[in-house]
């Protein structure tokens, strides 16, 4: 059996008063066998290099003191030999790859079913062996989608499109060097909480799948910080989850072509998007903390907004405030800590999306809503026009939390027009 991977050969028998002397972690194809034409030998392990292609080689049956497996998700072990007194540290080698490996050699040591093992000649390596490992690899046709194989530990770019996939490869979610990953044009419905351990990966594009949801526990994970590029675009999604503006790092987002009814309420606490399209949607209007956006370019072309009519309010205010309204208004105005360990989990969702007065107050479910016109042009530099009559004008909600702060904008609203 043979794996690739990185290999590091240290010795146990330095000085203990010196520097354990740790070298570079060398490419390496690590093989488990016999030598060739010696049926009765015993197994060993060969580690071949580029600089040592012929190899070095390491007994095993009776000779592994321990098997270091913590890691081993990561695509890290190490095996402790007892002659020489060595240990050999393997890094970045495929997760499935390396646990049937270490399996080998746990029943080589032991010297049980030497029969069954996979084992393999152990002839010099060839460059293509140990040269630099691979890092991007192209798909584009189903028949091409390896199915026995592997995909290579190093991937950096994987783009695995019209393959008629219905799911994410397990083997996929096991690369955790990836920074692209294009699964466009496949049928792919659901995606595993597994993704988010890709906390390498920056750009995810899922153009023209079957997706009807981005979960919240995919925006909590590792993809908050390394994730700059989301394409969702032609899929079945009708909401994103409040939990979306936590991917910080977005810089592009492309939504066009689903079934969205609305855009997250704190989408503006993406401050570093520069690049949002959500065309041929079926937005009616934008959230007030669209306005704290600050992009590049933007695209809402083909949305069914709503003409706004500020003299026309949807009236939820409650006279006088329940004491739960005064109590989250305190909260959040006073920006008390709170969290599930203080309050219900219902509760603080609610505090999270507490709407917010253009006075600057906040209120919760005792509020007055109304549409107003805002130009497109103060959030972003290059706009697409909005319908087929030039406009780039949008509706977007805005919240009062009394009767007073909003006959002050009335009484403003009516006097400039």
């Given amino acids: ?49 580029a600089r040592d292609r012929g190899g070095a080689r390491y007994k095993v049956q009776q000779n592994v003191e321990r098997l270091f ?11 402790r030999l007892r002659e020489p007194a060595v240990d050999l540290c393997l890094s970045k080698a495929n997760v499935i790859n390396l646990k049937t490996f270490l399996s080998a050699v746990r029943l080589a040591h032991q010297g049980n079913d030497t029969g069954v093992l996979p084992l393999s000649p152990l002839v010099p390596a060839k460059n293509s062996d140990v040269e630099k490992p691979k890092t991007k690899m192209i798909i584009t046709s189903r028949r091409d989608y390896p199915l026995t194989k592997s995909f290579p530990f190093s991937l950096e770019h994987l783009q695995t499109s019209y393959c008629k996939l219905a799911r994410i ?18 049928h792919i419905k659901q995606l595993p909480a597994t993704l988010g351990d890709l906390v390498c990966l920056q750009e995810l594009d899922l153009h023209d799948n079957h997706l009807e949801a981005f979960s919240g526990a995919l925006c909590s994970s590792g993809l908050q910080k390394s994730l700059q590029l989301l394409d969702l675009s032609q899929n079945q999604i009708q909401a994103l989850p409040l939990e979306f503006c936590q991917l910080r790092g977005l810089v592009q987002l492309r939504l066009d072509d689903n079934a969205l009814l609305r855009l997250p309420c704190r989408i503006g606490q993406l401050s570093r998007l520069r690049f949002l399209s959500a065309a041929r949607n079926k937005l009616p209007f934008l959230p007030w903390d669209f306005r704290n956006l600050s992009l590049e370019n933007l695209d809402l072309f083909g949305n069914p907004f709503e003409q706004p009519n500020p003299l026309v309010p949807n009236i939820q205010l409650k006279i006088p405030l329940t004491l739960l309204e005064c109590a989250a208004r305190a909260t959040v105005n006073h920006r008390i800590p709170y969290g599930c360990h203080l309050l219900p989990s219902h509760l603080c969702r609610d505090l999270e999306v507490a709407k917010t007065c253009r006075c600057g107050s906040a209120c919760l479910s005792s509020f007055i809503q109304i549409t107003v016109t805002m130009n497109l042009h103060h959030v972003a530099h290059t706009v697409v026009l909005v319908d087929n009559m030039g406009g780039t004008d949008a509706p977007v909600l805005c919240y009062f939390c009394s009767l007073h702060c909003y006959s002050q904008f009335l009484d403003r609203h009516l006097q400039s027009h």
Avoid: W
Wanted: proline share 4%; net charge positive; charged share 25%.
């Fill in 69 to 79: 497996t913590r890691f081993v998700e990561e695509g890290k072990a190490t095996v």
């Fill in 1 to 49: 059996m043979r794996l690739q991977c990185e290999v590091e050969v240290l010795s146990r028998l330095l000085p203990t008063c010196g520097l354990r002397g740790r070298g570079r972690a060398a490419r390496a194809l690590l093989s488990l066998g016999r030598p060739p034409g010696a049926a009765g030998a015993g197994i060993y392990l060969m580690v071949c290099t």
């Fill in 169 to 186: 490869d397990s083997r996929v979610l096991c690369l955790r060097r990836l920074r692209k990953l294009d699964l466009s044009h496949n």
